[in-house]
């Protein structure tokens, strides 16, 4: 088995693992988290209907890092604050929080404080 495919299994076991034990709410939608080394995006999605509710990311115009600004938590948390603000647009105050394969560390934990501070309850 190839290295990479070892790893993308590994976190996809992971993400069904904190899945299974969130999905149990139902009644509330779902926010989730992905990260890449440049970048990180969050969407709020209603499980029973397999709709995306609202999304943000470090690439929403308007948002988009300069060049040579470096990608850390100040930027997560301001992602997350710009989710709970669309998601009070829409409605929706209290969500279940999907960490995804990522620790809740470091810029993960920064988004989650930031959408906190904007008003989402989790």
Aim: charged letters at 35%.
């Amino acid at each position: 088995m190839a290295r990479e495919s070892r790893k993308q299994a590994a976190q996809e076991k992971r993400s069904r693992r904190v899945r299974h034990s969130i999905k149990g709410g139902g009644n509330h939608p779902r926010l989730t988290v992905f990260r890449s080394h440049r970048h990180i995006a969050a969407q709020i999605v209603d499980d029973r209907n397999g709709v995306t509710l609202v999304a943000a990311s470090t690439l929403d115009k308007g948002f988009r890092r300069k060049t040579g600004q470096p990608f850390d938590k100040d930027l997560a948390r301001a992602v997350g604050r710009r989710i709970a603000e669309r998601a009070k647009e829409k409605n929706i105050h209290k969500v279940v929080f999907d960490r995804g394969p990522y620790l809740y560390h470091g810029k993960v934990k920064a988004l989650a404080d930031g959408a906190r501070e904007g008003g989402l309850d989790f």
